[in-house]
C-alpha cells in the first residue's frame, strides 16, 4: 500500500510490522473530552491540576505517558492491574489510589472497549475507595468503542463516556 493510517494503535509494535505506517494518536479525543468536562479550552494546567490519569494496565501506560508528555500534562498517572482466570475471565482489579488523589477526577484513557469489563471493575474499584476518600468524578475515554455489552454497566459509573465513531454496528 502506499500508506497504512492508524488510528490509536493497540500497540506501538504495529509500526514495525508495516511499511507507510502513518500513527493517528488519541491527542484530539483527549482534548475533545477535556475540554468538554472542563467546560472550557482546557489547558494542561486544568487537566494536570484537576484529574488523575488512569491506565487499566501496563501495556496501556506507555500510550498514556506518552500521550500525556504530548499534551503538557504534569499530573499522576496511575497503572491498574488485573488477573485473568484460564478462560479470559476479570478475577482482580487494582486500582493504586491514595489519600493524595482525594477530591480529583478520574480520566481512564484506553484504545478500544468491547464488553467494558475492564473498565468497570477498575471503576467499582474507585467507588469502593470513593467512599472513604474520593469524591471526583469518573470519566471513560476510549477511541474505538464497540460496547458489545451495552451502556447499561458502564453508564452506572461513569460521569461521562468519550470515544470516536471509529467503529460502527454493521
Known amino acids: 500500500f502506499e500508506s497504512v493510517t492508524v488510528l490509536d494503535a493497540h500497540s506501538f509494535i504495529l509500526g514495525n510490522l508495516l511499511n507507510n505506517y502513518k500513527a493517528i494518536d488519541n491527542k484530539q479525543l483527549v ?23 488512569i491506565s487499566p494496565d501496563a501495556g496501556a501506560s506507555h500510550k498514556i505517558e506518552k500521550l500525556a508528555n504530548a499534551i503538557g500534562y504534569t499530573g499522576d498517572i496511575i497503572t491498574c492491574t488485573k488477573e485473568r482466570d484460564t478462560e479470559g475471565r476479570l478475577t482482580k482489579t487494582v ?6 488523589h482525594a477530591g480529583k477526577d478520574i480520566i481512564i484513557i484506553d484504545d478500544i472497549c468491547d464488553g467494558g469489563a475492564t473498565f468497570t471493575n477498575i471503576a467499582e474499584a474507585i467507588v469502593r475507595k470513593r467512599n472513604s476518600s474520593h469524591t471526583g468524578k469518573i470519566y471513560l475515554l476510549v477511541t474505538h468503542g464497540i460496547f458489545s455489552k451495552g451502556f447499561d454497566q458502564l453508564i452506572r459509573y461513569f460521569d461521562g463516556i468519550y470515544y470516536t465513531n471509529s467503529y460502527q454496528d454493521r
Open 95 to 100: 486500582v493504586p489510589l491514595s489519600g493524595n
Open 31 to 53: 482534548g475533545f473530552a477535556s475540554t468538554s468536562i472542563y467546560n472550557q479550552r482546557s489547558a494542561p494546567e486544568v487537566l494536570s491540576k484537576n484529574a488523575i490519569l
